[in-house]
């Protein structure tokens, strides 16, 4: 009895050694995670889309593509040159206003250029700066009609154009090292031409 009971006891000790011993060791998860950091160097461009649309949350055009250039000179002084673009068409959207339909078509295109600064925290990217911002909207009127469906209007056409700086503020979390999800807010400082 007692050689079963110190055997048993042994084999606890053991055990409890293996698991501390075991513990003390990164997993395969782990030695994985470690394994990348975001690393701008080898990463140097990026390309991104707005997704907003898919839930029909944005109001800027429908669809925006993004591409940046990363710039390092050292671990504190890191950031991309942005260029974005973006573009949303509507053919025949009948527009109702009171006793007023209107059946009109629209072109928008906006185009930003600028510069970002990064801040890099484990796999979060954290970046601020600033764009030169262009818009152009060309909405033309087919028809309008009144209530008693005669023509009011045919074939109008309004060409707004607008230009300034926005400054934005945003971050990205990387869940590997070539894909990331990213989120950021801006303010524009703009002058608009009809």
């Not at 690393?39 to 800027?60: Q, S, V």
């Not at 940046?68 to 260029?83: E, L, M, P, S, V």
Request: glycine content about 6%; charged content about 20%.
């Amino acid at each position: 009895m007692k050689k079963t009971v110190l055997g048993l006891l042994l084999a606890l000790v053991v055990q409890i050694a293996g698991a501390q011993i075991t513990s003390m060791q990164p997993n395969e998860s782990e030695k994985k995670e470690e394994q990348w950091k975001i690393d701008l160097k080898k990463n140097r461009f990026e390309a991104g889309a707005d997704l907003l649309w898919l839930i029909n949350g944005n109001f800027l055009p429908d669809y925006m593509l993004q591409f940046k250039i990363h710039t390092i000179k050292d671990q504190k002084r890191q950031g991309a040159w942005r260029f974005r673009v973006g573009t949303n068409t509507t053919l025949n959207d009948k527009i109702e206003h009171q006793s007023i339909s209107a059946y009109s078509n629209v072109l928008n295109i906006i185009t930003d250029v600028g510069y970002q600064w990064n801040l890099i925290k484990n796999k979060l990217l954290i970046f601020y700066g600033t764009d030169l911002h262009f818009a152009h909207k060309n909405l033309i009127y087919d028809r309008v009609q009144s209530e008693s469906n005669s023509d009011i209007l045919t074939n109008h056409q309004e060409k707004t154009t607008m230009f300034g700086i926005k400054s934005f503020l945003g971050m990205s979390y990387f869940i590997s090292p070539h894909f990331s999800f990213s989120l950021d807010s801006h303010i524009v400082l703009r002058h608009i031409n009809y």
